[in-house]
């Protein structure tokens, strides 16, 4: 039962509750390890995001291990059950496969391109996985969920923090593509392959093929290791607790610094099932996506602890009705069912 109480500042607060692991929670199971106070609303809160010191005294790193990456997945594949984001994913893959396949049809060689562009993903799926974060954090807090309420993630208090995130993220992908070209060039000159065969024989025949896998691919890996570091935990974070972007990246890369092997199996696990994505003509890549980004928000919520006394943060309140906005339904009150 909830109490209510109204004191002089106009804050609400609601009774807090601590939830054990396996043992359900309004419909859903939270760690053990964590007091979660289930709901403490403000009427004075910010619409953005937090100071980065209120943020960082609020939490607690904590140790994990690789039974804890595997609670992760399949916490996010019973997300994806339930919530099933296929089609959006679907809707956002095939318009950029589009657009290489008319550049292609044009004449340009994309050919060379195609792994780092593949691989580049990897880079930007934090970003993408935005609404998937949502969806998760929904679904966790009991709140019935369609894939279309990942649009929500819009309303957030710190969405402009995770769109300059965001924005650093695709810079870093264009600087990836960048590189991988200069290397290829560097490679095999400026002359395009004549197909996709003779492509593949030269790299995987010649020794100037084995040497642009090698530093191809070990350039790559630099570049993931550093996206993996700033965000493995950054989204979920500003979306859960509205905390800034600097904040959110320094908090990753301490996760990183504390769990170094946890969070390298967890790169390899997404390098692998994104691979895998790939192989049917990216369609595998609709169901990969969805299951990452809601593995990622368990991942999160495994690896940080919250303080149990702090803030529930409240949602953002939903637009106020405006009388204009009516007209002219206004003019007939018994035809709107007021609530």
């Known amino acids: 039962m909830a109490v209510l109480g109204f004191v002089a500042s106009g804050q609400i607060a609601s009774l807090s509750e601590t939830c ?7 419909g859903y199971t939270l760690d053990r390890r964590e007091r979660t106070t289930m709901a403490t609303y403000h009427s004075n809160v910010a619409p953005h995001a937090r100071p980065g010191d209120e943020v960082a005294a609020e939490l607690t790193i904590r140790n994990i291990d690789f039974s804890d990456l595997q609670r992760a997945l399949q916490l996010g594949w019973e997300d994806f059950k ?8 679907l809707c956002a893959i095939y318009p950029v496969l ?5 550049r292609a049809a044009f004449g340009y060689s994309v050919i060379p391109l195609l792994f780092p562009l593949a691989a580049g993903f990897a880079l930007l799926g934090p970003f993408a996985a935005l609404g998937l974060y949502e969806l998760s954090s929904r679904r966790e807090r009991g709140i019935e969920a369609s894939a279309w309420d990942a649009f929500e993630v819009l309303r957030s208090p710190s969405f402009g923090a995770m769109l300059g995130l965001g924005t650093l993220l695709l810079a870093l ?7 991988a070209q200069a290397i290829y060039i560097a490679v095999f000159g400026y002359g395009g392959a004549t197909g996709f065969g003779d492509f593949i024989q030269h790299v995987l025949t010649t020794r100037q093929g084995w040497w642009l896998i090698v530093v191809g691919c ?9 996206a993996l570091s700033i965000t493995v935990v950054s989204f979920p974070l500003m979306l859960d607790r509205r905390a800034g972007a600097l904040e959110a990246m320094v908090t990753s890369l301490r996760v990183t610094a504390k769990n170094p092997v946890a969070i390298g199996t967890w790169g390899l696990i997404v390098a692998a099932l994104l691979v895998i994505g790939t192989i049917p003509f990216f369609l595998g890549l609709a169901v990969v996506v969805p299951l990452l980004g809601h593995a990622t928000w368990h991942l999160y919520r495994e690896v940080i602890a919250v303080d149990p006394n702090a803030v529930r943060l409240a949602p953002p309140a939903p ?11 206004n003019l007939f009150p018994w035809s709107r069912d007021d609530k």
């Open 218 to 226: 070990g350039t790559g890996f630099l570049f993931a290791l550093l």
């Open 98 to 102: 589009g657009l290489v396949l008319a």
């Open 319 to 329: 637009p106020q009705r405006k009388p204009a906005a009516d007209f002219p339904a």
């Open 20 to 26: 054990e692991r396996r043992q359900p929670c309004g």
């Open 82 to 89: 339930a919530m099933p984001s296929h089609a959006l994913m």
């Open 173 to 179: 992908f264009v600087t990836w593509v960048a590189t």
